[in-house]
Antibody, heavy 119, light 112 residues
Framework: QITLKESGPTVVKPTQTLTLTCTFS??????????VGWIRQPPGKALEWLALLYWDDDKLYNPSLRSRLAVTKGTSSNQVVLTMTDMDPVDTATYHCVYRPSAGYIDSWGQGILVTVSS | QSLLTQPPSVSGAPGQRVTISCTGSSSNIGGGYDVNWYQQLPGTVPKLLIY???NRPSGVPDRFSGSKSGTSASLAISGLQPEDEADYYC????????????FGGGTKLTVL
């Protein structure tokens, strides 16, 4: 069974850097073609893809947010870390980490963490 | 601005058939990349509904079907049921720039 769980601050101030950790189980990020992604959803709005980290450490970023995002493997083999700089109130959203098997679709979602940007 | 365009809303009566379109371009759907569909029931995380254009994961009723032609894809739901009321998102890969995931803006299905 695949599980993912996001952790990190639920409130950040404008201009601060957000760091979220995704802790997963049921798969290995060393398996060929596997990836972990980050997707966010502002309250009442649509899904927005942020970043994708592949098994071979290749990374993809949403071009509109690329300058503010970084995705890396964590200190544990079952963790992925997302950092987002210069947070703004418009970044208030539920942030999900997701599992993408070799087939390319999103197979599993974390429950998400609601991050509010407010002074 | 989403790379994939969906109608904001569709509606239908119980038992009817509705379709949700997802229009892209030659750099995503038209480039042969797979289209996946997700269903998000109120207050829940999205769930995979259709993958690889027209494949249903186990457990998804055959009332749901996907298709693709040219630069567009469609999700069809037949025999509409009240519990189908949800938001639906299409997703594909876009080969422009250095590559990226593309999502549609979502379609709210209302069962009348």
């Amino acid at each position: 069974q695949i599980t993912l769980k996001e952790s990190g601050p639920t409130v950040v101030k404008p201009t601060q850097t957000l760091t979220l950790t995704c802790t997963f189980s049921g798969f290995s990020l060393t398996t060929t073609r596997v990836a972990v992604g980050w997707i966010r959803q502002p309250p009442g709005k649509a899904l927005e893809w942020l970043a994708l980290l592949y098994w071979d450490d290749d990374k993809l970023y949403n071009p509109s947010l690329r300058s503010r995002l970084a995705v890396t493997k964590g200190t544990s083999s079952n963790q992925v870390v997302l950092t987002m700089t210069d947070m703004d109130p418009v970044d208030t959203a539920t942030y999900h980490c997701v599992y993408r098997p070799s087939a390319g679709y999103i197979d599993s979602w974390g429950q998400g963490i609601l991050v509010t940007v407010s002074s | 601005q989403s790379l994939l365009t969906q109608p904001p809303s569709v509606s239908g009566a119980p038992g009817q058939r509705v379709t949700i379109s997802c229009t892209g371009s030659s750099s995503n759907i038209g480039g042969g990349y797979d289209v996946n569909w997700y269903q998000q029931l109120p207050g829940t995380v999205p769930k995979l509904l259709i993958y690889g254009d027209d494949n249903r994961p186990s457990g998804v009723p055959d009332r749901f079907s996907g298709s693709k032609s040219g630069t567009s894809a469609s999700l069809a739901i037949s025999g509409l049921q009240p519990e189908d009321e949800a938001d639906y998102y299409c997703q594909s890969y876009d080969g422009s720039l250095s590559g990226l995931w593309a999502f549609g803006g979502g379609t709210k299905l209302t069962v009348l």
